[in-house]
């Protein structure tokens, strides 16, 4: 089993900047890839960023590329989402989770374990 525990979020005004972390333990051999994801209120969860343990490969949704940037500690089994430029529209919860595919997985349903969230919101 696979524990996943964010944390660094909160309350920002726009413009303003916040690090995510994302702290992973237990069975996490053969995972392939981090990512992170936001549910806003009344909207689905969706893919924000993706990087894989083994490569130095980092994808990003289109609606945070250029603002948000995604790194890993692999001694520390960590991975971490520093946001730049925050927007009111970028407020939601933010989960980090763990993918067994290959390539570069954006579907909720390509990822296997979920963190519990961190709460993330951008206002004046």
């Known amino acids: 089993q696979v524990q996943l525990v964010e944390s660094g979020g909160g309350l920002v005004q726009p413009g303003g900047s916040l690090r995510l972390s994302c702290a992973a333990s237990g069975r996490t051999f053969g995972s392939n890839v981090m990512g992170w994801f936001r549910q806003a209120p009344g909207k689905e969860r969706e893919f924000v960023a993706g990087?894989?343990?083994?490569?130095?490969?980092?994808y990003y949704a289109q609606s945070v590329e250029g603002r948000f940037t995604i790194s890993r500690d692999n001694a520390k089994n960590a991975v971490f989402l520093q946001m730049n430029a925050l927007k009111p529209e970028d407020t939601a919860i933010y989960y980090c989770?763990?993918?067994?595919?290959?390539?570069?997985?954006?579907?909720?349903?390509?990822?296997?374990?979920w963190g519990q969230g961190t709460q993330v919101t951008v206002s004046s």
């Open positions: 990087t894989r343990w083994s490569s130095i490969t980092r």
């Open positions: 989770a763990i993918s067994r595919m290959s390539g570069r997985p954006v579907a909720e349903d390509d990822y296997t374990d």
